[in-house]
């Protein structure tokens, strides 16, 4: 087993508002009688002579191990993670675009633009899908690409494109394999917002 991954799910619960005292007494117990942590320790079925939930042969101590449990130890006493930047965070967690739960499909206008990646959302009639695929192209169906989508727990359906830098617009329809949500046969079309370069 890796200790790492122990302190990992400890910044997960943190993260979710919770408290990781069992996860940080968890990895000192993977520690060996220097204190030191190491990179694996053995599971339920060790070797004869070993003994469940000490350090293996491996790399001890291992930094990123080590590591993982200070950051830990930290996170824990603050409440928040330490080891993520504040900017990131505000970024490409606080500020992430949510689709809009009145529409079928959504998307953020701003990234409408060649060269842009746009996250298109989906929840129409064939949300209830095992599978979807976003089938999309530009300028009149060029360049055809189906994109698997990933289901979100808002249930909505999600895929990122990479908008083409030559192009004036996007086609785009919804298929699971064997219906299509086209928009009634007219598909979805939507203009690419030029891009303007500063002088």
Same mark, same amino acid.
């Given at each position: ?49 070993? #003994? ?8 001890? !101590? ?6 993982? $449990?200070?950051?830990? +130890? /930290? ?28 529409? #079928? ?8 633009? !060649? ?6 959302? $989906?929840?129409?009639? +064939? /949300? ?72």
């Amino acid at each position: 087993m890796w200790p790492i991954f122990t302190g990992e799910r400890g910044h997960l619960v943190i993260a979710s508002g919770g408290n990781a005292d069992s996860y940080l007494a968890t990895m000192r117990a993977f520690a060996n009688s220097s204190y030191m942590i190491s990179e694996q320790v053995w599971d339920l079925n060790a070797p004869s002579g070993f #003994t469940p939930g000490t350090p293996t042969k491996s790399m001890t !101590p291992l930094s990123w191990s080590m590591g993982e $449990y200070i950051t830990l +130890l /930290a996170s824990n006493y603050t409440g928040k993670i330490m080891d993520m930047p504040e900017i990131v965070y505000q970024r490409y967690v606080s500020n992430l675009y949510k689709p809009h739960q009145d529409k #079928t499909v959504d998307y953020n206008q701003a990234f409408v633009q !060649p060269g842009k990646a746009l996250t298109i959302y $989906y929840k129409g009639f +064939l /949300a209830s899908s095992e599978q979807l695929n976003l089938h999309w192209g530009r300028d009149n169906w060029q360049s055809v690409t189906d994109k698997p989508m990933l289901k979100r727990n808002d249930g909505f359906w999600e895929a990122t494109i990479a908008i083409p830098l030559s192009g004036t617009a996007l086609n785009f329809a919804f298929t699971d394999g064997n219906n299509w949500d086209n928009n009634g046969g007219s598909n979805l079309n939507k203009t690419l917002s030029p891009v303007f370069s500063r002088r």
